[in-house]
């Protein structure tokens, strides 16, 4: 098919005829609603409209001349070396039918990857329609940042190399060095070598800095929230402009960053920062492309109907929450997520107290194979700092819990494999902790009397002078009735047990027991980052 027509005036016949012969090309690919999308100069394949208002984009706009190759229009792909498009040239390649690409096909779907991370959450819907668009300086930022991109997919990473783009290879490379931790010194020689090692031409960044100002294309960023370093409050939402704790009264800042040099001001040094990763953005980028978004769905479409337990959307519990929140389980793209958290020392000394807490996200969407991969992981915060958070942990929290309740009642999102958006869901359904963090985040101490947060002021402990500690009892109370272990005194703790076991309280019962008990947040002292419970507040 010829395509030399992109290059040429809007106004000439060639061009215009090359247009209605892309309509009726494209036209095959359409989705559900009868739309395509736009490579125009504007949209670059991120909006869908109607042929119509295609042909009119093309005309007006003209055709991007990045997109050499039509695979979101149902062209086959392939990405040919020998008419990729070269950065410094700006020529536009010249593809005939029938032409053997032969040995110089490069594999990697570059410009699909693009489309498909790039590509807005609703572009079904044309944001400001055809009298000005990308007219806010957002939007032509993101444009053009696209457009770069699209232009580094097809540039050869040297004149004559049939094997890498320019794109492609800095992927690749940077994808090593994060596996590998290598140091942003031992990347910087790295690319002077391959720089001096590649013909001449080479299109290939000189630093890590350059490298990493490529891929904040694909970042979805994350908030820096100051904190108090006792765990009081953040300095968020309506305090972000604060500078004192309005819990212990104590500065925001921990010390001042002075500057000599006349004419700069001097800078204040938080004494604690948080590092939140939006959730929202995170679950969308999982529908935006037809594999993963097919994969968010396989618990609906492979569940198991002969009794065997080999997903979560086969336990009780599963089954229970679809069953009292009918309509979430009616889309099944709707996100069952789990919440993991622990605190490890990033320093690998083991003489340093230093213990940071990330706060990590599973979706259970997906099959087993692939959801437990740490590729699927979302990392929702990091919590630094030099010691435990402790049950204030709750505070650091708070942005993740505003997003869920967000995602509860529904946010927009762009499926890949419909072409179309709906109203996406979520819901935080299992947390995933060893005992002590389990503490922390249920706010029930699992140490002392009532350590068992299962049985609660139930639990059966028996304090042992000589040891300094409890020890726990009762495990009787689990067998059957007429177990003969319930009536052997001299083996446990001289007496027949009889009891049956305790009843397990749902949610919405411990909720209501602790409607009028307030907990303290933690305070200057030490003590104060352990909560207080007192027993009897709770009703039997």
């Known amino acids: 098919m010829d395509k030399s027509w992109i290059t040429k005036a809007k106004w000439s016949r060639d061009y215009v005829n090359g247009v209605n012969n892309f309509i009726e090309f494209a036209g095959r690919s359409q989705n559900i609603s009868?739309?395509?999308?736009?490579?125009?100069?504007?949209?670059?394949?991120?909006?869908?409209?109607?042929?119509?208002?295609?042909?009119?984009?093309?005309?007006?706009?003209?055709?991007?001349?990045g997109y050499v190759v039509w695979n979101r229009h149902g062209e086959e792909h392939c990405i040919i070396g020998e008419y990729a498009m070269n950065e410094a040239s700006r020529g536009t390649p010249k593809l005939n039918e029938g032409e053997a690409?032969?040995?110089?096909?490069?594999?990697?779907d570059i410009d699909g990857l693009l489309r498909d991370i790039l590509c807005p959450n609703d572009p079904v819907q044309n944001p400001t329609m055809e009298q000005n668009e990308f007219n806010t300086n957002e939007e032509n930022d993101h444009g053009e940042k696209f457009a770069n991109l699209m232009q580094?997919?097809?540039?050869?990473?040297?004149?004559?190399?049939?094997t890498f783009s320019k794109l492609s290879f800095i992927l690749k490379l940077f994808r090593l060095k994060c596996?590998?931790?290598?140091?942003?010194?031992?990347?910087?020689?790295?690319?002077?070598?391959?720089?001096?090692?590649f013909p001449k031409g080479v299109l290939l960044p000189k630093s890590t800095y350059e490298v990493k100002k490529i891929m904040k294309a694909f970042d979805l960023g994350y908030t820096k929230i100051d904190a108090y370093p006792n765990d009081c409050m953040l300095f968020w939402k309506d305090r972000s402009d604060q500078n004192i704790c309005h819990i212990c009264g104590a500065s925001r800042?921990?010390?001042?960053?002075?500057?000599?040099?006349?004419?700069?001001?001097?800078?204040?040094?938080?004494?604690?920062?948080?590092?939140?990763?939006?959730?929202?953005?995170?679950?969308?980028?999982?529908?935006?492309?037809?594999?993963?978004?097919?994969?968010?769905?396989?618990?609906?479409?492979?569940?198991?109907v002969v009794g065997l337990l080999r997903h979560l959307a086969d336990g009780e519990a599963w089954k229970a929450f679809d069953s009292q929140y009918s309509y979430f389980a009616l889309d099944p793209r709707?996100?069952?997520?789990?919440?993991?958290?622990?605190?490890?020392?990033?320093?690998?000394?083991?003489?340093?107290?230093?213990?940071?807490?990330?706060?990590?996200?599973?979706?259970?969407?997906?099959?087993?194979?692939?959801?437990?991969?740490?590729?699927?992981?979302?990392?929702?915060t990091i919590i630094p700092g030099e010691k435990s958070?402790?049950?204030?942990?709750?505070?650091?929290?708070?942005?993740?819990?505003?997003?869920?309740?967000?995602?509860?009642?529904?946010?927009?999102?762009?499926?890949?494999?419909?072409?179309?958006?709906?109203?996406?869901?979520?819901?935080?359904?299992?947390?995933?902790?060893?005992?002590?963090?389990?503490?922390?985040?249920?706010?029930?101490?699992?140490?002392?009397?009532?350590?068992?947060?299962?049985?609660?002021?139930?639990?059966?402990?028996l304090w042992l002078y000589k040891s300094k500690k409890f020890s726990y009892m009762g495990h009787r109370r689990w067998l059957s009735d007429n177990h003969i272990?319930?009536?052997?005194?001299?083996?446990?703790?001289?007496?027949?047990?009889?009891?049956?076991?305790?009843?397990?309280?749902?949610?919405?019962?411990?909720?209501?027991?602790?409607?009028?008990?307030?907990?303290?947040?933690?305070?200057?002292?030490?003590?104060?980052?352990?909560?207080?419970?007192?027993?009897?507040?709770?009703?039997g």
Not at 51 to 57: A, I, M, R, S
Not at 152 to 162: H, N, S, T, V
Not at 179 to 192: G, K, V, Y
Not at 502 to 513: D, M, W, Y
């Open 34 to 65: 009868g739309k395509i999308l736009c490579p125009c100069k504007s949209c670059i394949n991120r909006y869908f409209h109607s042929k119509k208002d295609v042909k009119d984009h093309l005309i007006s706009k003209g055709f991007f001349p």
């Open 101 to 108: 690409p032969s040995e110089d096909i490069r594999t990697d």
């Open 334 to 380: 709707n996100v069952h997520l789990s919440l993991a958290s622990d605190g490890f020392n990033p320093f690998k000394i083991i003489s340093s107290t230093y213990s940071i807490w990330p706060v990590l996200l599973v979706p259970y969407n997906m099959p087993p194979w692939v959801g437990m991969k740490h590729d699927s992981f979302i990392l929702s």
């Open 253 to 304: 800042w921990s010390s001042m960053m002075k500057n000599t040099s006349e004419g700069k001001r001097t800078r204040m040094k938080s004494a604690k920062i948080v590092r939140y990763f939006s959730l929202i953005p995170r679950l969308q980028r999982f529908f935006k492309t037809k594999k993963s978004a097919e994969e968010m769905i396989w618990h609906f479409k492979h569940r198991n």
């Open 389 to 461: 958070p402790g049950n204030a942990i709750d505070i650091y929290l708070q942005p993740l819990i505003q997003e869920l309740c967000e995602l509860w009642h529904g946010v927009q999102c762009y499926d890949a494999t419909s072409g179309q958006t709906f109203n996406m869901r979520a819901a935080l359904l299992w947390t995933i902790n060893d005992f002590p963090a389990y503490s922390m985040l249920s706010g029930w101490s699992t140490k002392g009397r009532f350590a068992c947060p299962c049985c609660a002021q139930n639990t059966e402990s």
């Open 485 to 539: 272990l319930r009536r052997q005194k001299n083996y446990f703790d001289n007496t027949e047990e009889v009891r049956r076991e305790p009843k397990r309280r749902t949610g919405t019962e411990v909720l209501s027991q602790l409607h009028n008990i307030e907990f303290p947040i933690a305070s200057l002292s030490k003590a104060g980052l352990k909560r207080g419970r007192a027993v009897q507040g709770i009703e």
């Open 179 to 197: 596996l590998h931790s290598w140091t942003a010194r031992s990347f910087d020689m790295l690319l002077e070598l391959l720089v001096d090692a």
């Open 152 to 162: 580094d997919a097809g540039a050869e990473l040297y004149p004559g190399c049939k």
